[in-house]
């Protein structure tokens, strides 16, 4: 099975395609940055473009996203709910299922505890699952972490299937 787990943002957006066999594979990832400098609608639709992108190429079997955790932050909160809309409607015009996880149900299946530090989250996914010698940011780190917590909640997501 193969998945494209995304951690939601409209300034950084964590992308992992990961395909389980016996085990995680850590297939591709990235980090994707916005421009700062463009209007926060052109940037929603380049969104939109690479996780299309990422569809088409990988042809993954679910797309699995962070659920948006509410700041003290509105105007950030509302702009990435933005982003997770445009995500979620590219997988699904696609025919792709979605599945949602909280930051602590990540934090959680990958640390064994849900208040877990992000120090904390990219130790154990750099033991769950080989992601090579390049540092990560914590974008795609939480990105990959979204797609483990996926495979870790599987066999209850099979019943759904």
């Not at 473009?49 to 909160?77: G, H, M, W």
């Not at 990540?106 to 849900?114: C, D, H, N, R, S």
């Not at 990959?144 to 870790?152: D, K, Q, S, Y």
Request: net charge positive; hydrophobic share 40%; proline share 2%.
């Amino acid at each position: 099975m193969r998945i494209l787990a995304i951690d939601p943002g409209y300034d950084r957006l964590g992308i992992a395609v990961i395909e389980k066999n016996k085990k995680e594979v850590l297939i591709d990832s990235e980090c994707f940055q916005t421009d700062k400098n463009i209007d926060i609608h052109k940037r929603i639709m380049l969104i939109g473009q690479c996780v299309r992108k990422y569809i088409k190429k990988y042809k993954p079997d679910a797309l699995v996203v962070e659920d948006l955790f509410f700041s003290k932050n509105t105007k950030t909160a509302l702009k990435v709910s933005e982003s997770r809309g445009v995500i979620i409607f590219q997988a699904t015009d696609l025919g792709i299922p979605v599945y949602e996880y909280t930051p602590n149900q990540i934090k959680l299946a990958v640390t064994g505890y849900g208040k877990a530090t992000k120090s904390d989250v990219y130790i154990m996914v750099s033991r769950l699952i080989d992601i090579g010698n390049i540092k990560r940011i914590d974008d795609e780190i939480d990105a990959i972490a979204t797609g483990l917590t996926f495979f870790a909640r599987y066999r209850e997501i099979k019943k759904t299937i």
